[in-house]
Structures are given as structure tokens and as C-alpha cells.
């Protein structure tokens, strides 16, 4: 390598998100004496605050974006490095920058994120959102738009279309319903009407009720319109850099052009087959494009079930792609089946003195049957934080366990302006939307592995107090 290191630290991490900033502070205070230095191409970093564990695995935070000076007065012994990362060689343990500089490092962390799949490269109509930058100009594009396409079913879709006023949404999900990656298609029809509801302005209490589901055909295709006229005040935030935080659409104003609150037209089991202009539409070949609701748009979508629809823009959420890029080349990592970098149980990677943490890497050891891995805020703190403390074991040479967070998978958010709890595996997990206080049961019951057929559904009877039972 032609470039000579600057300086070698003990202990570097790269990316200013939610995990690195956490395997930073877990190092930092673990090790105190250590030097350490995190590469971040951002001049803010996201900070954790308001950290509650709810329970022995299910855990509340917000996340704020702060200055990475605020990281340096906390830690005397960090050093902030800005710029982005060029290459990585392994062999010498060095990282070089975007800047052209060079620094060698004894341990290095990756948690430089992933970012958004997007349906095509390069297309102004279609916008992609995963953090501050593209959440500002998403809030410009729709304060001009009459007509939306989201496409994906994963937390920024549920969290987009509940949220956008004034500005008719079309909504493309995969599945059979919405919310797929996260609960079945009971809890999806359980949410649905929110979206016919106006705005409540707090959030809304919720008793347990059940919901039997029938599956929409193929096809299918349903609209949900609420009319008042609401609006939010607030300015956005500002820098760019890692992914959004969990409530990135408080005190943004997403507002379209029309007088309608909200209107989402939902198209099940579909994809995008093909978007184009209307110059493109006007010398297309296939005359024979069912348009729905014609009029001029900037830009058509066709869908797999065979309807186009014209609109303003696209909005890609389709989940996120492992950010590997510029630590590939020249070394020899293992790569997951979803492109992340494989850790194993130690969150090492292949390559020696180097760990992952967040959502570039794949946890690929053998998982607890009730966990799994989501690139979710949760995760990129656990991971962080697990990733410090390994990092710190192995310089210290003190055995370390894999921690309880992975015994048993558990997630907070809100959706259409319920509270919901994810926690458990595929097979055995439970879905609490709404204030409940059932968390740490259901918790109890899903880690004790108790057989509750015997319950039945009074195990959802709102006269029973189920707390008493299993306490």
C-alpha cells in the first residue's frame, strides 16, 4: 500500500449509526485506556437516549442525532475521524479514507448499515428513504404531489402511508397483507380501518378483541379514504448520514397538494413489472396498458397484476442491501446469502481482528429457535453493544456468553398509531398491538415454553386477567 498509516489505534469502528455508536461507548468505558477511533462520513452521529428495558428482553429508546463531539467530551480517549471509507486491507490492518488517509487499527468493528434496495438505480422518479437526506427530500417531492406509488411492506411503508395527508397513495404489497415481516394477516385486519380513521391525536387504547381474516384474491385490490383536514407543524431534521429512528416522521409535515386527509388504495400480491415516463408510455409498442384513472403523470407504473397507474413519484421501501461495498475488494470475506458480512457467535467476522455489528452483517450461528434477525433499530443497538463487549473480552482474554437478547427476538414500534409488540420466533410469538401491559406474560410465557392449548382463546378474553394466572 503506497500510503504510509497516520496512526494505528487499538480499537477502530466504522459508521455513526445506532451500532456503531454503541460498540463505541460499550469499548470506551469498558477499556477506558484504550485508544479508539470511529470513522463516520457524517459530521452528526445517532445517540440512543431514553433507553427503558420493559422487560428481561424487550427494550424502549428514541434516537437522536447529535453532534460527534458530544461522543469525544464523553470519552477522552476517541478520536472522530470525518470521512467516508475508501478501502479496507486486512492484511495489513489498515482502513484508508475517502480523504486519502491512512490508519491501522489491532481490532476493527464494521457497522457502516445498509442501505435502501432501490427498485431501479438512477431514476429521478423513484425515491428512496432511509435517512435524514431522503426522509427532507421525500417531505419536498410530496408537498407538489397529488398521487404517490409505495412499493414494499416493511416498517417505512406501514409507517409512510399511515402518515402522508393530502396526497392519494397507491400501495403495492407482495403479500397476501399488509405488514408480512412483521405479524399475520389477523393483525393486519385488526389495523386496516385506522386508515379510514382520522388522525387521533394521542395514541389510541386498545382492549384485546380477536379477528378471523379471509384472504383477498389474488389481485385484489382495496381504498381507504379519511377526510378531515389535519395537519402537522415541525421542521425536519437536518444532516444526512445513517438510517432514520423510529419515529423519523414526528414533526415532519408530509402533506400532498389535495384537500383529502387520506386516501390509500391497497394492491395486493403484486410487484413492480416495469415504471416509465410519459414520453416512454406515449411511444410504447403495448398500446394495450390497462390504465387505471387516467390522466398526464410524470411517471406510470406497471404492476404485475396488470394495472398502470400514473403518478407524481415512486417511493421504493423495500427493505435494505448490506452497505459491504468498499471492504470487499482485496480480502477475503465470507459473505452471507443476503450479501451481509458473516459473523458468527462472537460477531467475528472471517477475516482476522475484524467484527460486524448492525445491518451489514448476518448473524449466521445457530440462532435460538425463538430469534431471528431483522434489520431493525433494536438489533443494531444489541448487535453494537454485544460486538463492544466481545471486542473487549477478547482484549482483556475474559470469556464471554452469548447474550440473552438473542435467546428470544423482541421489538417495540407503532403502527397506525397503535403500540405493538412483536416478541417470539415464527412458530411461537405473539403480537400485542395496543396498551395491553401483557409484555412480560406473554415474555414469560414464550421463554418458559408452557403448552397453553388447554387456554384456548380465553387466553384473549379481555374479563380474564391472565396476569393473575401465570405470574
Known sequence: MANKKEKTFKLVIVGGGIAGVTCVEQLSSQIPSADVALITAGPHIKAVTNYKQVSKTLEEFDVEERPSS?????FPNLTVIHSAVK??????????????RVFGYEKLCICSGGRPKLLTQD??????????DSAQEFQK????????????????????????EGCEVIWAVKDKAIGNTFFDAGAAQFLIPALEADKPESAAPCKRTRYTTEEPAPAASQTFTADRNSRRHGSGP????????????????????????RRVSLEYQCEVEKIFTSEELLNSP???????????WPVYVQLTN????????????????????????????ALADDGGL???????????????????????????????????????????????????????????????????????????????VLSGGRMVGAVLIGETDLEETFENLILNQMDLTPYGEELLNPDIDIEDYFD
Open 141 to 164: 417531492r410530496l408537498s407538489q404531489a397529488k398521487r404517490i406509488v409505495v412499493v414494499g411492506n416493511g416498517g417505512i411503508a406501514l409507517e409512510l402511508v399511515y402518515e402522508v
Open 87 to 100: 478501502s479496507l486491507h486486512t492484511q495489513s490492518h489498515s482502513v484508508e479514507t475517502a480523504d486519502g
Open 306 to 333: 396488470g394495472k398502470t397507474f400514473g403518478c407524481d413519484f415512486v417511493v421504493s421501501a423495500t427493505g435494505v442491501v448490506p452497505n459491504t461495498e468498499p471492504f470487499l475488494n482485496g480480502n477475503n470475506f
Open 123 to 132: 431514476n429521478p422518479y423513484v425515491l428512496g428513504i432511509r435517512d435524514t
Open 286 to 296: 403495448q398500446q394495450t396498458l390497462r390504465l387505471e384513472n387516467v390522466g398526464s
Open 70 to 74: 458530544v461522543l469525544e467530551e464523553k
Open 238 to 261: 437536518t444532516e444526512a448520514g445513517s438510517a432514520l429512528g423510529p419515529d423519523w416522521h414526528e414533526g415532519i409535515v408530509l402533506r400532498g397538494t389535495e384537500q383529502v386527509s
Open 342 to 420: 458473516h459473523v458468527d457467535d462472537h460477531m467475528m467476522t472471517s477475516e482476522p481482528d475484524v467484527y460486524a455489528a448492525g445491518d451489514v452483517c448476518t448473524a449466521c450461528w445457530e440462532h435460538s429457535p425463538l430469534w431471528q434477525q431483522m434489520r431493525l433499530w433494536t438489533q443494531a443497538r444489541q448487535m453494537g453493544w454485544y460486538a463492544g463487549r466481545c471486542m473487549a473480552a477478547n482484549v482483556l482474554s475474559e470469556p464471554i456468553e452469548l447474550d440473552f437478547c438473542f435467546e428470544l427476538f423482541s421489538h417495540i414500534t407503532k403502527f397506525f398509531n397503535y403500540k405493538v
